[in-house]
């Protein structure tokens, strides 16, 4: 595999140069980052959707992800998914972040 920076021939499946330490991963096809992941789940909730309303747990569900949200983008974070009363969030990728942790 021929590096497109400096030339140099690399072995097959090589993600990197040896020579340069350009990636070798055409376009789009992902890079290697480190990330921060911050999971939050609240506890208890499968017990407290049993007892309120289901309207009055959408207006929890809705302050809540909302404060995740807010605080999670002041600090250059990236909410990625919400998955029933779960949020996951990324610092780091998909957009490089000094100092994430």
């Known amino acids: ?5 400096c030339g140099s021939e690399n072995p097959e ?3 990197f140069c040896n020579f340069c ?11 290697r980052k480190n ?11 499968t017990r407290l ?3 309120i309303d289901p309207e009055e747990l959408k207006e929890i569900l809705d302050t809540i992800f909302g ?10 974070g990236t909410v990625n ?7 996951l969030c990324l610092f780091g990728a998909p ?5 994430h942790p």
């Open 49 to 51: 959707s049993e007892k």
């Open 21 to 31: 330490g350009t990636s070798l991963l055409s376009e789009g096809a992902g890079e």
């Open 81 to 87: 998914k919400l998955i029933g009363d779960c949020a």
């Open 35 to 45: 990330a921060t992941i911050f999971f939050a789940d609240i506890s208890g909730f």
């Open 13 to 15: 499946g090589a993600r």
């Open 67 to 76: 404060i995740i949200s807010e605080s999670v983008e002041k600090y250059g």
């Open 95 to 99: 957009f490089s972040l000094e100092n």
């Open 1 to 5: 595999m021929k590096c497109r920076k």
